[in-house]
């Protein structure tokens, strides 16, 4: 009953003349469920306290999480429209904010047609205002040109998702089964760093006895406590999941019933993992033959198994590839579709999964239909009320967008709960290419890296000044609450949208009064898709703890165990991978001797916009480093705190040396949430996967001096 009530904003009974109001918190992929406290006098955020009833996270909350809400008031909130002039930028009117942007995108359209607008979303939006994203892009601006900075995170899981199991729900199974698998294979997902309200599922499992099998470069928290460890030189992984399928049917543990009647491409399969046996799959990993015996013979014989992969398997150029091998893992032993068993990728992004459903990526429209399809377009045209013909084709990938701007088919863009100046590859071309722009408009709540090179930078609402709905990693969709009115003239992305819209003389298309008016739209809009949340409602989520998707109408259940019956292909059966090994796009040279590789570290986010300006956080992670094996400092006569000079292809920057034997000695390890000359971005690798288009942020090719 508290619970419930605190939704509504009752008294808070610790602290005097506040009022909690549920939600949730906007960071990861876990959504963890928290009270948000806010003064009644001041009207300000002052706290948060956890939520203990929520089932996925149990009043489990990380360091970010704890602070979150000091973004809200925080006195760096870009309060008013700004626009620059003569390189500085002034405060202005909506207004007269909004007449420059009406003029310039209706000048550029006229000079260079439609396509010459893009748009840049982002998914740590709800999935009303991603929704909006993708039909704003469409209806209001007209143009093929819409892409998210999901492509730089989940896009890779999605493709072998679709190619397996013909869907791409992030998790098979819900996450409060994983106490009761017997069997945990984890790949490139550093849980603790990243998902830290995730680690007690894992401990729960293991203290009734789970196995665990953890592959990774580097000796993560996890791995140092797994039962195998697998060190396998990064851009390798599908060589070693090839290895373990090679065991797995050498040694007879395959579910021979299950897979006959439920999967193609056994033979074909078969075949192929042939000549991946553990000494050669060794020689190519770099992981130990008995090693890779032990991991297989623990996953083989588990009855109930769960494989687990992030970003170190995906932000590769065979990110696909990785993902339908170790899928298929989990398809040989039989595991999809059961309790306590099956595949999840573990999303980065708050909304990670409901933003890459509803058509924010270039070639989607809502409900994971297809552009490419005339029946899809029909359908979606008939919800926003234009002409099928009116559909824009499809456009290209987020990276690929500054492609399109060096080329000039791109003159302006609209980038929206984004920070691409940070978070691209290669990130000296994605500056030049945003001065490259005619015309740039940055929504955001602070002065991000991105806006700076903006011409007009208009004040967006943080997560606690809005409400929706997002999807967690498992599928779950569930609500965020408005906590408090917006700081000063900061308005909703989905109000700044209507707004300029309405300046394109397409505001008939968008009425909405408010956010459950979205809501009702997009559940329409998914009705039918593979990704189809038409039976959600907020009632329903907020009895339910949430609704599964795919949820079909309002008596349907809801699916939180995924491929029961069939999986969602052609003929009902899933599709094994059938793939081959191939180097990464960038391999060590004489020039360039050692691997590079990025991730998280606990206390940041993504690009860091919000994170960096929490004192707490910067307090204890203030920036980044270069992490080394004593053995490869040693080469270069590097010491803990040195100063060391990395270089690739593409850039170079300087570091601090933090030396550690929690990694390989021909690896160096640097998190990637600072801007400027800090951006480790600067060295990483565009080179893009051929299906998800993600680029290899995970493995390039860098030289090493003491600077």
């Known amino acids: 009953m508290t619970q419930f009530l605190a939704k509504e904003g009752v008294k808070n009974l610790h602290h005097e003349g506040e009022k909690l ?199 993560t928290q996890i791995a140092r406590l797994a039962d195998v460890h697998l060190d396998l030189k990064s851009g390798t992984d599908s060589a070693l999941a090839n290895g373990m399928l090679h065991i797995i049917v050498r040694d007879g543990f395959v579910d021979e019933a299950y897979v006959n009647e439920r999967c193609n491409n056994y033979e074909e399969m078969k075949e192929k993992v042939k000549l991946f046996t553990p000494e050669y799959t060794s020689k190519i990993t770099g992981v130990a033959v008995e090693k890779i015996e032990k991991a297989a013979r623990i996953y083989g014989q588990s009855p109930r198994s769960v494989v687990m992969f992030c970003r170190g398997i995906e932000q590769q150029t065979k990110g696909v590839d990785n993902v339908c091998i170790y899928t298929s893992m989990a398809l040989l032993r039989g595991q999809i579709g059961k309790f306590a068993s099956g595949v999840a990728t573990v999303t980065g992004q708050g909304n990670g999964q409901g933003g890459r459903e509803h058509g924010q990526k270039a070639d989607a429209l809502p409900g994971y239909r297809k552009i490419a399809d005339p029946e899809h377009v029909k359908y979606i045209a008939g919800v926003w009320g234009i002409e099928p013909e009116e559909m824009p084709k499809a456009g290209v990938s987020a990276y690929e967008m500054f492609d399109e701007i060096q080329k000039g088919n791109i003159r302006a863009m609209h980038v929206m709960c984004s920070n691409p100046a940070v978070s691209a590859p290669n990130t000296e071309y994605v500056w030049d290419s945003f001065r490259k722009l005619d015309f740039l408009v940055v929504s955001d709540f602070f002065l991000s890296e991105t806006a700076e090179f903006a011409d007009v930078v208009l004040p967006a609402t943080t997560w606690a000044e809005d409400e929706g709905t997002t999807t967690n990693l498992e599928g779950r969709v569930i609500r965020i609450r408005k906590v408090k009115d917006p700081v000063g003239e900061s308005k909703t992305d989905w109000e700044i949208m209507q707004a300029i819209a309405e300046r394109m003389d397409k505001g008939k298309y968008f009425p909405y009064e408010n956010v459950p008016q979205i809501f009702e739209e997009f559940r329409l809009a998914t009705k039918g898709g593979k990704a189809d949340y038409y039976g959600i409602t907020y009632d329903r ?27 969602d292909t052609p003929n009902g059966k899933a599709n094994l991978a059938v793939v081959d090994w191939q180097e990464p796009a960038e391999i060590p040279t004489n020039k360039y001797p050692h691997i590079l590789t990025t991730g998280r570290v606990v206390f940041h986010y993504l690009s860091g916009t919000q994170t960096r300006r929490t004192k707490f956080l910067m307090e204890q992670c203030p920036l980044p480093y270069a992490e080394m094996h004593p053995e490869l400092a040693s080469q270069y006569n590097l010491a803990n705190g040195d100063k060391v000079r990395l270089s690739t292809p593409r850039s170079t920057m300087v570091l601090d040396v933090r030396l550690t034997k929690a990694i390989r000695n021909d690896h160096v390890f640097v998190p990637y949430h600072w801007g400027k000359e800090l951006s480790v971005n600067q060295l990483t690798n565009p080179a893009l996967d051929p299906t998800s288009r993600m680029p290899e942020f995970k493995v390039c090719a860098v030289k090493i001096e003491r600077a």
């Open 541 to 567: 989520i907020d009895k339910e703890d949430g609704v599964f998707w795919p949820c079909p109408s309002e008596d349907h259940p809801g699916t939180p165990t995924m491929f029961k019956e069939k999986f």
């Open 21 to 219: 109001i549920t939600t949730h918190c906007c960071y990861c992929g876990m959504q963890c469920g928290m009270h948000i406290r806010l003064n009644e006098k001041t009207g300000k955020v002052v706290g948060v306290e956890p939520r203990y009833d929520w089932p996925v996270t149990l009043g489990k909350m990380c360091p970010k999480g704890v602070t979150a809400y000091q973004t809200v008031d925080h006195e760096e909130r870009i309060k008013t429209p700004l626009i620059k002039k003569n390189g500085q930028f002034v405060k202005a009117t909506w207004e007269e904010a909004l007449d420059l942007i009406e003029k310039n995108f209706k000048d550029l359209q006229s000079k260079y047609g439609k396509d010459a607008l893009s748009v840049y979303g982002g998914v740590s939006m709800t999935n009303e205002k991603c929704y909006l994203v993708g039909k704003y892009a469409r209806v209001a601006l007209g143009t093929r040109f819409v892409d998210y900075n999901g492509r730089f995170c989940m896009s890779s899981a999605a493709g072998g998702f679709m190619k397996t199991l013909g869907t791409d729900r992030g998790s098979t199974f819900p996450w409060t089964d994983l106490e009761h698998t017997d069997c945990f294979f984890i790949s490139g997902w550093n849980a603790a760093e990243c998902h830290p309200t995730s680690i007690q599922w894992l401990w729960k499992a293991r203290d009734k006895g789970a196995k665990m099998i953890v592959a990774d470069p580097r000796e």
